[in-house]
């Protein structure tokens, strides 16, 4: 069973499309996040999510939604992609906090 | 946000030698400190962390110190095997404590 599985695992779309990514834990964990991971490696926060309840959002544009429908499930909707959105976008889970992440697979996305 | 620089960005050690990655953090509040592996195209993995309580931690080959008046944590690979190739990743928990912070990775390349 995997523990934090993400769908799509690639996602090439064009530019003006909305597209969701969606991610399920299955680790019983309070806590879920999203993250970006660039061409250059670098891992930067985007959305904290604990309970379902949002705890950080970082400087994102608003062209990106996040939803909890519940702790289990933690979905990304981006409207009207650009270029620059084009990287890997992870999930990851903790059982409380910062403590013990576990990455999903990754969304690799591709704005053409 | 918390600020953590990781050095070097790259590093090439033969096998056998040992390879000493390092990061300094800037927020005083953050108390754990976790060190990812990623593989090419995989999930980044959590190799080792320590707490702020802790000085020192081991685990077979590899190690993570912690001085919290310095603000920084390095993580020791000994004996290094071509296997750890990888890009690494420190880590520091956020001031809101739910989510963290990363460093921007080293990428340690071990020849035979």
């Known amino acids: 069973d995997t523990a934090v599985s993400q769908t799509p695992k690639y996602l090439v779309t064009q530019m003006g499309n909305d597209k969701s990514i969606k991610c399920e834990q299955n680790?019983?964990?309070?806590?879920m996040y999203w993250y970006k991971q660039d061409s250059k490696k670098f891992l930067k926060i985007m959305f904290s999510?604990?309970?379902?309840?949002?705890?950080i959002n970082e400087t994102v544009p608003n062209r990106f939604s996040p939803k909890s429908p519940d702790k289990a499930h933690l979905n990304l909707h981006i409207n009207s992609l650009e270029l620059g959105d084009s990287a890997v976008y992870f999930c990851?889970?903790?059982?409380?906090?910062?403590?013990?992440?576990?990455f999903g697979s990754g969304t690799r996305l591709t704005v053409v | 946000g918390e600020n953590v620089e990781q050095h070097p960005s790259t590093l090439s050690v033969q096998e056998g030698d040992s390879a000493v990655i390092k990061c300094t953090y800037s927020?005083?509040?953050?108390?754990?400190f976790p060190w990812y592996k990623q593989e090419l195209g995989k999930r980044p993995q959590l190799i080792i962390d320590?707490?702020?309580?802790?000085g020192e931690k081991k685990d077979q080959r590899i190690a993570v110190t912690l001085n919290k008046t310095a603000k920084h944590f390095s993580l020791h690979i000994t004996e290094t095997q071509p296997e750890d190739s990888a890009v690494y990743f420190c880590?520091?928990?956020?001031?809101?404590?739910?989510?963290?912070?990363f460093g921007k990775g080293t990428s340690l390349l071990v020849t035979p």
């Open positions: 320590i707490r702020s309580n802790v």
């Open positions: 880590a520091a928990s956020s001031n809101s404590g739910y989510a963290l912070n």
């Open positions: 990851a889970s903790s059982p409380r906090g910062s403590y013990g992440y576990t």
């Open positions: 999510y604990n309970n379902k309840e949002l705890i």
């Open positions: 680790l019983g964990h309070d806590t």
């Open positions: 927020d005083s509040a953050s108390n754990y």
